[in-house]
């Protein structure tokens, strides 16, 4: 399975970021060897002294699919979870200048953190998913689905253009602002439409 990552999708993140507003969704892909094993602690990796923490709604795909429809994309999944982008932001700045791919600050292992999966069914609006990153029990990433410059289905329509998807493929769908580096011993956890729905400690 892969993991198809959106950068850049909710505005107040490109402004923080101080990053320009892409014409259309910036895409980057990470391996399932990044993916952190359930119920174990996030490990801060040796080369970076800045991993920031990016929450994300991550959409799991169920259907093989190409050239998909906007208006056929919902037929494409069935739950919706949240999951952490690690990041290493002092190595990405370092490959951003020179124009060069992110993966080594994104898709080291460990790097994406995955937590509980809910039936869409289970969403009132998915146009407006509210979710939340707590940092120590404080509030420090927060916002909706509503305010995604590509909502859910025309991610899968764009992304669909380019990679097949398949069944058990994650979208990360971009993360609102409020990013920030995590120390040893930090706790993490997130909560989607007021449900806890994934926790990490950090070391
Ligand atoms: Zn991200």
Redesign the pocket.
């Known amino acids: 399975m892969k993991i198809i990552?959106?950068?850049r999708n909710y505005a107040n993140h490109i402004e923080e970021l101080q990053n320009e507003r892409p014409d259309s969704p910036v895409v980057f892909i990470k391996p399932d060897t990044t993916i952190g094993q359930k119920n174990h602690p996030f490990y801060r990796p040796h080369f970076s002294n800045d991993v920031h923490h990016?929450i994300?709604v991550v959409v799991k795909i169920n259907r093989i699919g190409k050239h998909i429809q906007p208006k056929f994309a919902h037929k494409y999944y069935q739950e919706i979870g949240l999951g952490i982008?690690f990041?290493a932001r002092d190595l990405q700045a370092q490959l951003k200048a020179k124009g060069l791919p992110w993966e080594k600050a994104?898709s080291f292992d460990g790097a994406t953190v995955l937590g509980e999966w809910f039936d869409k069914s289970t969403f009132s609006d998915l146009q407006n998913i509210s979710f939340e990153l707590q940092k120590n029990g404080q509030t420090v990433q927060q916002g909706t689905t509503a305010h995604m410059l590509w909502p859910i289905d025309e991610l899968i329509a764009h992304v669909s253009e380019y990679f097949t998807l398949k069944i058990g493929d994650l979208l990360?769908t971009?993360?609102p602002a409020g990013v920030g580096p995590v120390a040893e011993n930090d706790r993490l956890e997130g909560f989607i439409d007021g449900r806890s729905a994934l926790t990490v400690s950090v070391k």
Do not use: A, L, S, Y
Request: negative net charge; proline residues 0%.
């Open positions: 990552c959106v950068g990016e994300e982008d990041t994104k990360f971009g993360t």
